[in-house]
């Protein structure tokens, strides 16, 4: 008769207690824990293991996933009362996702976000559907030894083709000891070209292992929506024009020309496969377009002006840390006042921002004030997220556009 080998040491709990000033915030729902806001720990914790959070009297206040490299420690899953985190819990709080979004696409819509991070309750994840494509991104390296687990719940319940991981840029090394890499097949095969999807009737190519973001920038679908409802008839210049989202939709509602302004010339050749999965409309096939390869700022700036009718200026992120605001809002009025003499009478012009450093209100007053001593304004409309990435925290809250009528003085 041999001895029984004994079970294996289970560690204790990952305990932290945080200081007075991070209690508030959680208790309120904040799903971020700052590791210079951590007072004790009880031991070091390894990448995605459950953190167990309390106060200064040592009562619960949330648990989450720890990431020991990351100054944003723990990505919050609960908080307020305890829960076990297990299989149902995720299916239960995919769930919750999914009811979300239940009835906001009908056919016609086959890209969309699934889950978007932390303000869906998967902090530092965000899922997004290119029809039967599934992509997956992760900001923390906390979600690898879940990985797995959530890639079987979502080939469960979703029945997608394919799922693609992205990865954050600072994460991608840590994830070659976990063998995984930006871009790689988590379920089904690899695409051998972008991925098509549908957005109102409109097809588009998504870069999906490749592309900025998941592939596509599906946050503006509603902004787009709303600039072809606005295009008919007028000479519309898309600035940071990306994959022509602006413009195709813009032609189909009868746009009398479009421009895309990029200096890239792999976004322009992407907008241009994008018309051409579009050239069955007649609409779309009828509309002039031109691509102009060049700088924003410079074109913009040049003279004689050239005049449209609709000018969107879309740029990339120009505040990407709390310290880049005020270089942000200079280039943000920079970008209106070498637009206003593009305008025609009674132009419109849409101006966007996807800087969450930048709040709106700040934004909104910044293009506006830039015009104000050139053009009269009618202020037709502001937006903000889609109802698919809704924002639920102050930090969450980035995209915003302003709709400008603007008439000579």
Same mark, same amino acid.
Request: glycine share 8%; proline share 7%; hydrophobic share 45%.
């Given at each position: 008769?041999? $001895?029984?080998?004994?079970?294996?040491?289970?560690?204790?709990?990952?305990?932290?207690?945080?200081?007075?000033?991070?209690?508030?915030?959680?208790?309120?729902?904040?799903?971020?824990?700052?590791?210079?806001?951590?007072?004790?720990?009880?031991?070091?914790?390894?990448?995605?293991? +459950?953190?167990?959070?309390?106060?200064?009297?040592?009562? %619960?206040?949330?648990?989450?996933?720890?990431?020991?490299?990351?100054?944003?420690?723990? *990505?919050?899953?609960?908080?307020?009362?305890?829960?076990?985190?297990?299989?149902?819990?995720?299916?239960?709080?995919?769930?919750?996702?999914?009811?979300?979004?239940?009835?906001?696409?009908?056919?016609?819509?086959?890209?969309?976000?699934?889950?978007?991070?932390?303000?869906?309750?998967?902090?530092?994840?965000?899922?997004?559907?290119?029809?039967?494509?599934?992509?997956?991104?992760?900001?923390?390296?906390?979600?690898?030894?879940?990985?797995?687990?959530?890639?079987?719940?979502?080939?469960?319940?979703?029945?997608?083709?394919?799922?693609?991981?992205?990865?954050?840029?600072?994460?991608?090394?840590?994830?070659?000891?976990? *063998?995984?890499?930006?871009?790689?097949?988590?379920?089904?095969?690899?695409?051998?070209?972008?991925?098509?999807?549908?957005?109102?009737?409109?097809? %588009?190519?998504?870069?999906?292992?490749?592309?900025?973001?998941?592939?596509?920038?599906?946050?503006?679908?509603?902004?787009?929506?709303?600039?072809?409802?606005?295009?008919?008839?007028?000479? +519309?210049?898309?600035?940071? /024009?990306?994959?022509?989202?602006?413009?195709? @939709?813009?032609?189909?509602?009868?746009?009398? /020309?479009?421009?895309?302004?990029?200096?890239? $010339?792999?976004?322009?050749?992407?907008?241009?496969?994008?018309?051409?999965?579009?050239?069955?409309?007649?609409?779309?096939? $009828?509309?002039?377009?031109?691509?102009?390869?060049?700088?924003?700022?410079?074109?913009?700036? $040049?003279?004689?002006?050239?005049?449209?009718?609709?000018?969107?200026?879309?740029?990339?992120?120009?505040?990407? *840390?709390?310290?880049?605001?005020?270089?942000?809002?200079?280039?943000?009025?920079?970008?209106?006042?070498?637009?206003?003499?593009?305008?025609?009478?009674?132009?419109?012009?849409?101006?966007?921002?996807?800087?969450? @450093?930048?709040?709106?209100?700040?934004? %909104?007053?910044?293009?506006?004030?830039?015009?104000?001593?050139?053009?009269?304004?009618?202020?037709?409309?502001?937006?903000? @997220?889609?109802?698919?990435?809704?924002?639920?925290?102050?930090?969450?809250?980035?995209?915003?556009?302003?709709?400008?009528?603007?008439?000579?003085?």
């Amino acid at each position: 008769m041999t $001895a029984r080998e004994p079970p294996p040491i289970r560690p204790a709990p990952l305990r932290l207690r945080v200081r007075p000033a991070a209690e508030s915030p959680l208790r309120a729902g904040h799903p971020w824990l700052f590791a210079d806001s951590i007072r004790e720990q009880n031991r070091p914790g390894e990448p995605g293991e +459950l953190a167990v959070i309390y106060d200064r009297r040592n009562q %619960f206040l949330a648990l989450g996933l720890f990431d020991p490299d990351s100054p944003l420690r723990v *990505r919050v899953l609960q908080a307020g009362q305890p829960a076990q985190i297990d299989a149902a819990w995720w299916a239960a709080r995919l769930e919750r996702a999914i009811g979300i979004r239940a009835n906001l696409f009908d056919g016609q819509t086959t890209g969309y976000r699934w889950i978007h991070g932390e303000n869906d309750g998967w902090p530092g994840l965000v899922l997004d559907r290119y029809a039967e494509t599934l992509v997956l991104k992760l900001y923390t390296q906390a979600w690898f030894p879940r990985l797995a687990e959530i890639t079987k719940l979502l080939v469960a319940r979703l029945q997608p083709g394919r799922i693609v991981l992205r990865l954050s840029r600072n994460i991608q090394a840590a994830a070659r000891a976990w *063998r995984l890499a930006d871009g790689q097949m988590l379920h089904g095969a690899a695409p051998e070209s972008d991925v098509v999807f549908l957005e109102d009737g409109l097809r %588009f190519g998504a870069e999906v292992r490749c592309g900025q973001k998941t592939g596509f920038f599906l946050d503006q679908r509603e902004n787009r929506r709303r600039v072809g409802g606005l295009a008919a008839g007028r000479r +519309l210049l898309n600035v940071f /024009s990306f994959s022509g989202g602006f413009s195709l @939709h813009a032609a189909r509602a009868g746009a009398a /020309s479009v421009a895309d302004l990029d200096l890239s $010339a792999h976004a322009l050749a992407s907008a241009r496969r994008n018309f051409a999965l579009n050239r069955d409309d007649s609409r779309v096939a $009828a509309c002039p377009r031109q691509d102009l390869k060049a700088d924003a700022f410079a074109w913009l700036g $040049a003279r004689p002006a050239r005049v449209f009718d609709l000018i969107v200026l879309d740029p990339p992120s120009l505040a990407r *840390r709390a310290a880049d605001k005020p270089a942000a809002l200079q280039a943000y009025a920079s970008l209106a006042r070498r637009a206003a003499p593009h305008l025609s009478p009674g132009g419109l012009l849409v101006a966007c921002s996807c800087s969450a @450093h930048v709040p709106a209100a700040e934004f %909104f007053q910044t293009v506006q004030g830039a015009l104000a001593g050139v053009r009269r304004l009618e202020r037709l409309q502001t937006t903000g @997220h889609p109802p698919d990435h809704p924002a639920t925290f102050a930090e969450a809250q980035y995209l915003k556009a302003i709709y400008l009528l603007c008439f000579p003085r």
